[in-house]
C-alpha cells in the first residue's frame, strides 16, 4: 500500500476504533487493521461501566482509571451519537450488589465502608429496601448496595458507532491481519500485512486485545505480558424489561451480574477462566450462568435464550492496563484492559492522542513491565 498514516492501529475493538477515532478527530491521517473488527471481546462484552461497584482493595489504581473514563463517557458518548448518528443505548441507573447470607452482608458492609472511605457514593439497602428498587429480586436477598454512579451501555453499538464515525472522519479501515512489524534503525515504521503489502506509519498503536503478546516480528524487550482470559456470556430475550439497572452478586463463590438492555434483552455474565485461547461455549459455563442468575432474579429461567458466546479478555500480571508509549521508539500500547476495555474506552483514546495526565499515565505504562519484568514481581 502507497499509504503513509500518523497513526496505525492494530486492532478493530473497542480500544482501538476509540483510539484511532480520538485522533482522527484531531487531524491526523489514521488506518485502522483488522481483518473483522468488532467481532472480538467487545462483541462478547455486557457493557458495565462500574469502577465502584467493582472496586476491590488491592485495585486502587486501577479505580483511578475507571473513575476517570466514567466521568468521560457522558461526552464521549454525545459525541460519537452525533458523529455516528447511532444510538448507544448508555444508561446511567446505578449497579445494585446483593447479598443472601450474613458472611455477604459482612463483605458488602466492608466494601461500603471502604468505597466511603474514598470518598466514593454507594448506599446500603436492606433486603426490603433492594426489592423495592428491582421488584424481580429473589426473596432470599437480605441487603444490598447501590452504587448510583455506574452506568452502562452497549458495545456492540458502540462499537457499530465508532466504525461509521472513524469513517466519517476520514479514518481507513484495513481489513487484514497484520503479520509482523516493519522497523527500520531500532524504531517500528509500519506493519506487513498476511497479504504481503505494507503500510507505513509514523505511529503503530498495538491494540489487538488477548493476541496482543503474540504479534509476530515484536521486538523482544517491548512484548507486552498479556494473556486471554475466557468469558462465557448468556443473552436473554424479554417481552419487556425485567430490571431498570444493572445486578450483581456473589453465588456459589463466583461473580455473576444481570445486565438489562432497553429492547429488553438481558446479559448474564461472566465465567472467568484461564484456558488459553479457547473459545468453546460449554454446557457447564452456561449451567453456572443460568444457576447463579436464577439465585438472583428467579424469572430469569423463563426468557428466551437469545445468544451465547465466549470472548477472550486481554488480562495482565496486574490486572492494568498498558496504555502509552514503548521503549521501542513507534510503538505505543493500548491494550491489557482484561474486564474494563469499555470502561476504559474514553480514557485510553485521550491517552492515545495526546491527552497530558502524568498520574494516570504512571498507572498503566507499559515501562512498567519492560523496565521490570513481570518474573521479576513480587
Known amino acids: 500500500m502507497a499509504d503513509h498514516f500518523h497513526l496505525l492501529v492494530v486492532g478493530g475493538g473497542v480500544i482501538g476504533l476509540s483510539v484511532a477515532w480520538r485522533a482522527a478527530g484531531r487531524g491526523l491521517k489514521v488506518a485502522v487493521a483488522d481483518p473483522a473488527p468488532a467481532s472480538g471481546a467487545s462483541h462478547a462484552a455486557a457493557g458495565m461501566l462500574a469502577p465502584v461497584s467493582e472496586v476491590t482493595y488491592t485495585e486502587e489504581p486501577l479505580l483511578r482509571l475507571g473513575l476517570a473514563s466514567l466521568e468521560r463517557w457522558p461526552a464521549f458518548a454525545a459525541e460519537l451519537a452525533d458523529a455516528s448518528g447511532h444510538d448507544l443505548d448508555h444508561r446511567a441507573d ?55 454512579g455506574d452506568a452502562w451501555v452497549d458495545p456492540r ?129 452456561l449451567w453456572e450462568l443460568l444457576r447463579d442468575a436464577r439465585e438472583l432474579v428467579p424469572g430469569v429461567t423463563e426468557l428466551e435464550v437469545a445468544e451465547v458466546v465466549a470472548g477472550l479478555r486481554p488480562g495482565t500480571p496486574d490486572n492494568l492496563p498498558l496504555v502509552g508509549p514503548t521503549i521501542v521508539p513507534g510503538l505505543h500500547m493500548a491494550t491489557g484492559h482484561h474486564r474494563g476495555g469499555v470502561l476504559l474506552a474514553p480514557l485510553t483514546a485521550d491517552l492515545c492522542s495526546g491527552e497530558s495526565d502524568p498520574e494516570l499515565s504512571s498507572i498503566c505504562s507499559p515501562l512498567r513491565f519492560q523496565e521490570h519484568p513481570p518474573q521479576e514481581l513480587s
Open 157 to 285: 453499538k458502540v462499537t457499530s458507532a465508532l466504525l461509521t464515525a472513524l469513517e466519517r472522519a476520514g479514518g481507513t479501515l484495513v481489513r487484514a491481519r497484520v503479520a509482523g512489524l516493519l522497523t527500520a534503525a531500532g524504531a517500528v515504521t509500519g506493519v506487513r500485512l498476511a497479504t504481503g503489502e505494507s503500510v507505513g506509519a509514523e505511529r503503530v498503536v498495538l491494540a489487538a486485545g488477548a493476541w496482543s503478546g503474540s504479534l509476530p516480528g515484536m521486538p523482544p524487550e517491548a512484548l507486552p505480558p498479556v494473556r486471554p482470559v475466557k468469558g462465557q456470556i448468556m443473552r436473554l430475550r424479554s417481552p419487556a424489561p425485567i430490571l431498570r439497572r444493572c445486578v450483581r452478586g456473589v453465588v456459589h463463590g463466583s461473580n455473576v451480574y444481570l445486565v438489562p438492555r432497553g429492547d429488553g434483552e438481558v446479559v448474564l455474565g461472566a465465567t472467568q477462566e484461564e484456558m488459553g485461547f479457547d473459545t468453546r461455549v460449554t454446557a457447564g459455563g
Open 94 to 148: 446505578g449497579t445494585l450488589d446483593v447479598a443472601f447470607g450474613s458472611d455477604d452482608l459482612a463483605a458488602l458492609d466492608d466494601l461500603a465502608a471502604f468505597v466511603a472511605k474514598l470518598g466514593l457514593s454507594a448506599e446500603r439497602l436492606t433486603g426490603r429496601e433492594c426489592r423495592r428498587l428491582e421488584p424481580m429480586l429473589a426473596p432470599a436477598v437480605r441487603g444490598g448496595m447501590l452504587a448510583g
